[in-house]
């Protein structure tokens, strides 16, 4: 079992502060909204982001998947009665040039093995693809 903890304090009225190990970020808790901090909702999409960008640096040796780089849309749909989000839609994309089939292996690992993607998953609606990222260079 893994443990892990983190601490969030209000500044003022126009946002707070979250803090873990060294590290710091401005959270947007302001009822006028903040341009320059994430507000909750981007917060756990920025979580689901990075727990599939992880997922793909985990699975990848596993799998031997050999890849360039990884960069991942998400969009989320907020209903207003009885607030919560219900829907998750991302797309991945990966800068490989492997199979399409093993990018579907890909895809079936990030999804099984990430604990932010599988919280989620639990009581919202998260649905998603990958694809093949357009090289840069062509």
Same mark, same amino acid.
């Given at each position: 079992?893994?443990?892990?903890?983190?601490?969030?304090?209000?500044?003022?009225?126009?946002? *707070?502060?979250?803090?873990?190990?060294?590290?710091?970020?401005?959270?947007?808790?302001?009822?006028?909204?903040?341009?320059?901090?994430?507000?909750?909702?981007?917060?756990?999409?920025?979580?689901?982001?990075?727990?599939?960008?992880?997922?793909?640096?985990? *699975?990848?040796?596993?799998?031997?998947?050999?890849?360039?780089?990884?960069?991942?849309?998400?969009?989320?749909?907020?209903?207003?009665? +009885?607030?919560?989000? *219900?829907?998750?839609?991302?797309?991945?994309?990966?800068?490989?040039?492997? *199979?399409?089939?093993?990018?579907?292996?890909?895809?079936?690992?990030?999804?099984?093995?990430?604990?932010?993607?599988?919280?989620?998953? +639990?009581?919202?609606?998260?649905?998603?693809?990958?694809?093949?990222?357009?090289?840069?260079?062509?």
């Amino acid at each position: 079992m893994r443990n892990y903890s983190l601490s969030a304090h209000r500044d003022d009225a126009n946002g *707070s502060t979250a803090l873990v190990r060294d590290a710091r970020l401005v959270l947007d808790t302001s009822l006028a909204g903040r341009l320059d901090a994430f507000n909750p909702v981007e917060l756990l999409l920025a979580s689901l982001a990075a727990c599939m960008i992880k997922g793909v640096e985990r *699975s990848a040796p596993m799998l031997k998947f050999a890849f360039h780089g990884v960069s991942v849309r998400l969009t989320a749909e907020r209903q207003d009665m +009885q607030p919560r989000v *219900s829907l998750i839609t991302y797309e991945l994309f990966i800068d490989t040039d492997e *199979s399409e089939h093993r990018l579907d292996l890909l895809h079936t690992n990030v999804r099984k093995y990430g604990t932010i993607s599988n919280t989620l998953a +639990q009581g919202t609606a998260l649905i998603g693809t990958i694809a093949r990222a357009p090289r840069a260079d062509g």
